[in-house]
């Protein structure tokens, strides 16, 4: 009856009870904190263990060294919480499956990843497709390999915010970057912020982008009608509604 008021009780049970698997299994069920109080031997139950990850990712503190190496608790402790990632095995921090799980909730489970991971050209792309938050706290060269670059603002054009200078520079990948995301045309180099083919590329795609531009721009009016057109094609879809000033 006790356990059934809340799995804290298990603090107050006997070593007996504690070590009994149907009373911590009962408890954990109620509150994953009780895996706290169970016996060294319960905290190695793969099923006590799971119950309580499912509820609260970082009750992986808690489980043996056995079970935060073992994939299946560590991928549902993860999923529950990004910061579970901080609690596994050094091989598990390693898994590109379970870091990314983690980082598509919060970039910062990057930081929990083994070197290997990080250095990763393959792995870190994919998981900014995921999270474009990851790119700066990945290895620095990325962000000046071209390759890497073109790839990510192909997959989302705010990746232009975080490439090394003379990338912001490049044609190509500005063309992709604002052909993805409009509005990262505020990142590339100031001589593409006048530049027609650019900006008519990125306001086509979100017409607020249209407040990056340089002076000059904005009095084309080839461009200032396509900056309209697509905000009031925007509006008539049901998408955000964006300030008149955006495009002043």
Do not use: C
Not at 222 to 230: D, E, K, R
């Amino acid at each position: 009856a006790a356990v059934r008021r809340g799995g804290h009780a298990l603090l107050y049970a006997t070593a007996a009870l504690r070590a009994d698997r149907a009373v911590v299994s009962a408890a954990v069920a109620q509150d994953w904190a009780a895996l706290e109080f169970a016996a060294h031997e319960l905290r190695a139950d793969r099923d006590v263990v799971l119950a309580a990850v499912r509820q609260y990712g970082r009750a992986l503190d808690l489980a043996s060294e056995a079970l935060q190496d073992d994939r299946q608790v560590v991928l549902a402790a993860v999923q529950q919480d990004w910061r579970a990632l901080e609690y596994a095995s050094h091989r598990l921090k390693g898994d590109q499956e379970i870091v990314l799980k983690a980082v598509q909730q919060d970039a910062f489970a990057l930081l929990h990843a083994t070197p290997a991971v990080k250095q990763d050209r393959n792995f870190v792309l994919a998981a900014a497709r995921l999270n474009k938050a990851v790119l700066p706290l990945s290895a620095p060269e990325f962000l000046g390999d071209r390759d890497f670059v073109l790839a990510a603002a192909q997959s989302d054009g705010h990746t232009l915010r975080y490439a090394a200078s003379a990338l912001k520079a490049d044609r190509e990948i500005v063309l992709a970057a604002v052909g993805r995301n409009g509005e990262a045309l505020q990142y590339a180099a100031q001589e593409f912020k006048a530049d027609r083919e650019i900006v008519m590329a990125a306001v086509r795609q979100h017409g607020g982008a249209l407040q990056y531009a340089a002076s000059e721009v904005k009095a084309d009016r080839g461009i200032v009608l396509a900056a309209v057109q697509q905000l009031r094609a925007g509006l008539g879809s049901g998408s955000e509604r964006v300030h008149p000033q955006s495009v002043g």
